[in-house]
């Protein structure tokens, strides 16, 4: 069938190829019509008047938020808007009132205050009397954003704190910045082993906010009296002021007034003179002078931007904290009791996120409500997460019940509780286990389109203080049936389940139908179990979950916790056969069944996979599931194996059209025999379902059930030796190819889980870099791999050993724990000794640390430990060594970078200073320096739906190559993102990232600058300040910087970038050598040589001496030698480059061509410049060297290639392919009847085409014009047509002297499917199964920079109306089961699998 054609505004484009996204559609609607801002006059409340820019989209009460953040207002409340003396009503849109209009007047209303309204507005006036400070996040344990003093500009007059020169002047210590003379810091030297923590951190620039008051606290006298309160009073308030006055003031509905109680007296009367003010600020500012002046000063301060501003949705730990906690420790009025205010009232947490899902979605604008909403139930609830841990643990509440082993606790509207250990399971490791899992598997069913009368409650897990609690909000009905154990399944609202019993209603009708659409969608199949009573009972999902009619009316699916199937690698050979109920009437036959099982245990395991692997084995616990990514790519792969299995049957018998047009049944029999072949479901069409309960302890299936169970236990062996055989040789494949590989643990495990792999397979990712030939070329992936086996090792050692530990003596504790951890030997003795030294000094009569339990530890029983369940839980022995300081000599792991990830892990957090880890006869970690242990909460994620379509969309139309459409669809989801989020979300990150990649494309450097400034600050306050995404996000930063002409900026940016590489990873990573190179392009002095020679010995070592980022590396030495006028040398290196250039893509590629032109200029300066000196004579002492130095705009260029913004791609199959492609549109056009424009001209335009886009792309030492033409000329013409060549996962890609070069074998398997010459061509993406999903969501998750698809440009384009896309002929093609799930675009739009 052929496609139609949709022509507009002569730009010709296939109607498959747009994306129908009704909520974009709906977005630009909004931002057109609704989106129209405009400004109103604001009067009354005894303010000057000014004027207030509103959306027509607002509710009243959105300008009233609005006005109340606003410098003006603050911090007054409870106030409401009237226009033209009518008072508005708080939910109505300004675009639906009367009169309103731009100009108009609204004036404020000061409404009066009930208890309540009193309560919140003395909770405003606390907060902006604490004046957040530039030292309040890590006071908090939240991870801050440093950018502002990274940019914060020194004036010349200001001098350091401590007296100290000015090349610190940034900070009070060691400051990431260059010194005033241009050169880096010498710890930032390639080379050096210096890792400061200090310039982690620096101070903040933004002044210490006063004092305004010495206290504000609840009178003595509160709460009023009966009469009192009959009068109209709510409460009295004390207030100290700075001038040392005692005030004692009223609470009233008209607000506040000074009385006549002192501290010996009662008396409620008004004091003489004293006004009633509706805003306590204004009544303090009339008694106290002192408060009236800094209170001023406060109001008059320039706004944080929001990003700044806003308080995040989660909390995002920060490891390092104040360097003096106890000095900066304030006055924050808690004593006035408003924090404790919201305990009062019990949050019903389970009816507040249903009722936020029941919210309407018909519109745009109701789905931006609903997830804005839905993300601010859930940011609340895990707050109260947060706290309810400390208070359950720190021993504030009592347990609701009499179970020592599993207390259960109530606390603000949640349900907190370990959880049950099981022998079945595990014991401790089985029950975190089972919590993890319950966690996963109620975000898979949450994530569920289309199931919204399917509901899980609210949950959360939360590590603290090593014990790990499950927090959930309270079902409804679900007191009833824990107190009524004799009522009926039915009459307890049990639905669902082995123990429901057998029922008929509607109501379980509609949970079964429910059910079954999420076992679709989650690739479980419907299976038969036998229950405890002998019932055989019809499941959906695993053996545990239990559906319930709610008392709200509302279908909820709880303990899903084993809804994800079995992992077979690790259920031993007597676990891995499901018990089949067969009755006494089989006994006869026990012989054969016996033969049997032998025969199954073997079935789904590859050859020789058993004695290789050394797989199945046991595990600590018995909750080992697949992962639903692992499914996912199990399903595809299956469907390749399918299809090729037609394909090959089909070919056998003349191909699909003669077998479709025969008499027979003869392509049925196929499909049904490919469908045996693979393990389908079902025998006529691919289906393949998992079954959640095989392989699990304790369940037994039917006899009718044998045939299916043992299909199921083919599968998930199948499954198993998946991830062994496919996806962690694929992982490993991927970290040697590209130079962005995982920095740390955080993204190593999530490259891992994107693959499916769990972290339970680190050893064998261990096993399997260890056996490759190019594991010298992969140690830094080792060196990750081994950090975080050795830190989640300690983590678990570290969970039981605080369990003996009282609070007195937690610090204490903590800072011995690391110090056995991380010094070698370290022994009991020292601590014991310094520790009693210190209490001395403090008076303390207690005991000394060296009585405790806890303290005997020494360094060599911690690291038996630690290799003891390493080896039990990853299957590694002598791995570790028999030290720290062996992980450090064998793999070259940082005793910094383990303390980083174990802090991150734990929640510990530590004073920021220097840490020397490898002095033995004292302790590095002293109890000062722990400053406090934070909850480490994971929680659901809320789905931006609208605004992750719209960043997805335009990732698809990069990859297309249509720059211009992919810059509106990330408007329109940094809009989305905006609206529901604030922006302060990851993915909102990564929007912003790679719009300003885009922008940049795009020729707008100051836009791209603008944009990249707000994804550092996203990066660093939602992920964290050292995050492997925000090292990145700062070098792109550097990048658009250096193209405004913001040198300095951009080296702070690249300095900054790569001091916070050394403090997460080290020097010996892929990544550091991109820094580098950037470095060698924008420093101007001798330090130039020193990072671009370690850029290139980096290359060398994990790429080889032929690699493109090597040959890149290679070139980039070269030009500079050439600025230093030392030619011989340069030659010697752009030899190199060519060598490498020629050996990859040949003699006749331009790249190669380049290249040559290059290093004959070199060769032409050289014998210019041994001429001229040889002409000078002997005679003259010095000699003046003429050198050739690169323009702004190359090196703009080259950093725009080395850091993987722009990946220009020349293929060798690009000629014949677009031949190809024209015969086979030429072919299509007559066979649609429509007029044929001839080949000759076609042809003709193409090739003058192709010789203006070579004649422009030159040579790296040509100069264009000055400024960013460097990168616009090569994205000239993306306004109006799409660029000749994206690549989505490339990466090997890398360029010099503005050609790209692309390795000749990119796909995997080209050579199983010649897709050039079936495949259509065109911005049509062809996909099965679920690939729409994985090419969209997939990227964003990588370990790439921040999950973005490359953008590849190139300068040559068509210059016809007509486009590559004008006529395309589909063919159905089979992804590979290799490839990412994505489609590689390469010309135009061109599909290459």
Not at 545 to 561: E, K
């Amino acid at each position: 069938m052929k496609d139609k054609v949709k022509k507009a505004g002569g730009r010709n484009q296939v109607k498959t190829d747009v994306i129908c996204l009704n909520g974009a559609n709906e977005a630009v609607g909004i931002k057109g019509d609704e989106d129209i801002s405009f400004p109103v006059k604001i009067q009354g409340a005894g303010l000057e008047s000014f004027e207030l820019q509103v959306r027509g989209f607002w509710l009243v009460q959105d300008a009233i938020m609005n006005l109340l953040s606003r410098n003006e207002v603050r911090p007054r409340s409870s106030l409401s808007l009237s226009l033209a003396g009518t008072t508005l009503d708080p939910l109505a849109e300004l675009q639906s009132l009367k009169g309103l209009k731009a100009g108009a007047i609204i004036r404020l209303v000061e409404e009066p205050y009930t208890f309540h309204s009193a309560r919140v507005h003395l909770a405003r006036v606390v907060e902006l009397l604490r004046a957040c400070g530039p030292q309040d996040a890590l006071r908090e344990g939240r991870s801050p954003s440093v950018l502002e003093i990274l940019t914060h500009t020194q004036t010349p007059d200001s001098t350091s704190p401590n007296g100290k020169s000015l090349k610190r002047s940034t900070s009070n210590t060691k400051a990431e910045s260059p010194c005033q003379d241009g050169a880096p810091p010498e710890y930032l030297l390639p080379g050096s082993s210096e890792r400061p923590l200090m310039a982690l951190l620096p101070h903040s620039t933004q002044p210490v906010p006063p004092s305004y008051l010495r206290d504000l606290s609840l009178s003595c006298w509160n709460p009023p009296p009966g009469h009192r309160k009959m009068q109209g009073d709510f409460m009295y308030i004390t207030v100290l002021t700075m001038e040392g006055r005692h005030l004692d003031i009223t609470s009233c509905p008209k607000g506040f007034f000074l009385n006549r109680s002192t501290e010996d007296t009662f008396d409620p009367r008004p004091a003489p003179s004293s006004p009633v003010c509706h805003c306590l600020t204004d009544l303090l500012c009339h008694v106290s002078p002192a408060f009236k002046q800094t209170f001023t000063t406060l109001k008059n301060r320039p706004q944080q931007p929001p990003l700044e501003a806003l308080p995040t949705h989660y909390h995002t730990l920060s490891w390092l904290g104040l360097p003096c906690a106890s000095r900066t420790h304030k006055n924050n009025f808690c004593r006035l009791g408003v924090d404790e205010q919201a305990a009062t009232q019990i949050p019903d947490w389970n009816e507040e996120l249903q009722a936020a899902r029941d919210l309407p979605q018909g519109s745009l604008e109701e789905r931006l409500q609903r997830e804005r909403t839905l993300l601010q139930v859930n940011s609340a609830f895990v707050k109260t997460v947060m706290q309810g841990a400390e208070t359950v643990i720190d021993g504030f509440v009592e347990p609701v019940n009499g179970n020592s082993e599993d207390p259960a606790f109530l606390w603000s509207g949640l349900f907190m509780s370990q959880g049950a250990t099981s022998t079945v399971f595990g014991g401790e490791r089985g029950r975190r286990a089972a919590q993890r899992l319950e966690l996963n598997c109620v975000q898979a069913y949450s994530n569920l389109e289309g199931l919204q009368g399917l509901r899980t409650v609210p949950t959360a897990i939360v590590d603290y203080r090593g014990v790990r609690l499950s927090a959930q909000g309270l079902a409804p009905g679900l007191e009833s049936s824990e107190q009524d154990q004799e009522a009926t399944p039915a009459s307890r609202g049990l639905l669902y389940g082995v123990n429901a019993g057998h029922q008929e209603s509607s109501n379980r009708r509609q949970l079964l139908a429910l059910l079954a659409h999420a076992a679709k969608s989650l690739s479980l199949q419907r299976h038969v179990v036998v229950a405890p009573n002998g019932h055989h009972v019809p499941l959906f999902t695993s053996v545990d979950a239990q559906g319930l009619l709610g008392a709200d009316g509302r279908f909820y699916l709880l303990d899903v916790f084993r809804s994800f199937p079995a992992d077979a690698n690790f259920c031993p050979k007597g676990e891995t056969e499901s018990p089949t109920d067969t009755g006494d009437e089989e006994n006869s036959k026990s012989c054969n069944e016996d033969e049997e099982t032998k025969g199954n245990e073997t079935d789904g395991w590859p050859e020789t996979y058993l004695a290789t692997s050394g797989l199945p084995r046991s595990f600590p616990h018995g909750l080992c599931r697949l992962r639903p990514e692992l499914v996912q790519a199990f399903v595809q792969h299956k469907h390749y194996q399918f299809t090729q299995y037609v394909k090959e049957k089909l070919d056998k018998n003349g191909g699909l059209e003669e077998c479709a047009t025969a008499v027979d049944s003869q392509a049925t029999d196929v499909v049904r025999a490919a469908c045996r072949e693979v393990g389908s479901v079902s025998d006529i069409i691919f289906e393949m379902r998992l079954n959640p309960n095989v392989f699990s302890p304790g369940i037994s299936f039917p006899p009718a059930e044998s045939t299916s169970t043992k299909l199921q236990e083919r599968l998930l062996r199948e499954a198993a030796a998946f991830i062994i055989t496919h996806q962690i040789p694929d992982f490993v494949k991927n970290c040697l190819q590209t130079n962005e590989a995982p920095m740390d643990g955080t993204s190593l495990k999530q490259a891992l889980h994107q693959r499916g792999i769990n972290l339970r397979y680190l050893g064998h990712v261990f096993k399997a870099i260890t056996k490759s030939e190019h594991k010298e070329h992969l140690r830094h992936i080792t060196r990750s791999v081994i950090g975080e086996i050795f830190v989640r090792s300690a983590k678990r050692v570290f969970n039981s050993f605080l369990q003996g530990v009282d609070v007195s003596c937690l610090a204490a504790a903590v800072g011995h724990f690391l110090s056995c951890l991380l010094v070698p030997h370290f022994s009991a003795i020292s601590v014991g000794e310094d520790t009693k030294k210190k209490s001395r000094r403090r008076g303390r009569g207690t005991g000394t640390a060296e009585n405790t339990p806890w303290s005997m530890l020494t360094g060599t029983e911690l690291w038996n430990l630690v290799c003891q369940d390493a080896i039990e839980t990853y299957d590694i022995s002598d791995s570790l060594g028999s030290g720290p300081n062996h992980l450090v000599d064998h793999y070259g792991l940082q005793k910094l970078s383990l303390l980083r990830e174990f802090c991150l892990k734990t929640g510990v957090q530590l004073r920021l200073r220097d840490y020397f880890l490898d002095i033995q006869n004292k302790a590095p970690i002293s109890p000062d320096d722990i400053l406090n242990i934070f909850p480490v909460v994971k929680h659901i994620h809320i789905p931006t739906v609208d605004a992750s379509k719209a960043y997805h969309a335009a990732q698809i139309s990069i990859q297309k190559g249509l720059l211009d459409q992919a810059h509106e669809h990330l408007k329109e989801a940094v809009y989305l993102f905006g609206r529901v989020c604030d922006d302060l979300h990851p993915e909102a990150c990564y929007c912003h990232s790679l719009l300003a990649k885009v922008a940049f494309l795009q020729g707008k450097s100051a836009e791209a600058r603008s944009i990249q400034l707000k994804a550092v600050v996203i990066s660093e306050r939602v992920l964290g300040f050292d995050h492997p995404d925000t090292i990145q996000q700062y070098a792109l930063l550097g990048v658009y910087t250096f193209a405004g002409g913001e040198i300095a900026l951009a080296q702070k940016c690249f300095l900054r970038a790569r001091l916070l590489m050394l403090t997460v990873h080290g020097e010996d990573h892929p990544y550091t050598a991109t820094l580098d190179s950037c470095l060698g392009l924008v420093l101007k002095d001798d330090q130039t040589g020193q990072f671009l020679k370690n850029a290139l010995r980096l290359n060398t070592s994990f790429f080889g001496p032929t690699d493109l980022h090597t040959a890149l590396s290679q070139h980039l030495l070269a030009q500079w030698r050439c600025s230093k006028g030392d030619y011989r040398s340069a030659m010697t290196h752009e030899k190199e480059a060519l060598t490498a250039f020629t050996s990859l893509f040949g003699e006749d590629h331009p790249q190669t061509n380049c290249s040559k032109e290059f290093l004959c200029t070199i060769t032409k300066q050289a014998v210019k410049v041994e001429r001229t000196l040889r002409q000078a004579g002997a005679e003259c002492n010095e000699h003046t060297v003429e050198c050739l130095s690169p323009a702004s705009d190359i090196i703009l260029e080259q950093m725009v290639l080395v850091t993987g913004i722009r990946r220009l791609t020349q293929s060798n199959r690009f000629q014949e392919y677009k031949q190809k492609h024209l015969e086979r549109k030429a072919a299509a056009r007559k066979e649609l009847g429509i007029k044929l424009i001839t080949e000759l001209t076609t042809l003709d335009s193409v090739n003058e085409e192709e010789k203006s886009s070579e004649n422009a792309a030159g040579c790296g030492n040509e100069t264009e014009d000055g400024g960013n033409k460097a990168v616009e000329s090569n994205s000239v013409s993306h306004q109006e047509q799409p660029a000749e060549g994206t690549s989505v996962e490339s990466p090997t890609e890398a360029s010099a002297n503005r050609h790209v070069v692309e390795p000749a074998d990119q796909n995997k398997h080209e050579g199983e499917n010649d897709v050039d010459s079936d495949r259509a061509a065109s911005n049509v993406t062809m996909k099965t199964g679920d690939e729409d999903d994985e090419m969209s969501g997939s990227e964003e998750k990588n370990g790439k920079i921040n999950g973005g698809a490359h953008i590849t440009t190139s300068p040559s384009v068509l210059k016809s109306k007509l486009t590559w896309a004008d006529i395309v002929t589909s063919k159905p093609a089979v992804a590979s089961e290799k490839e990412n799930k994505a489609v590689d675009i390469a010309v135009n739009g061109t599909a290459e699998q």
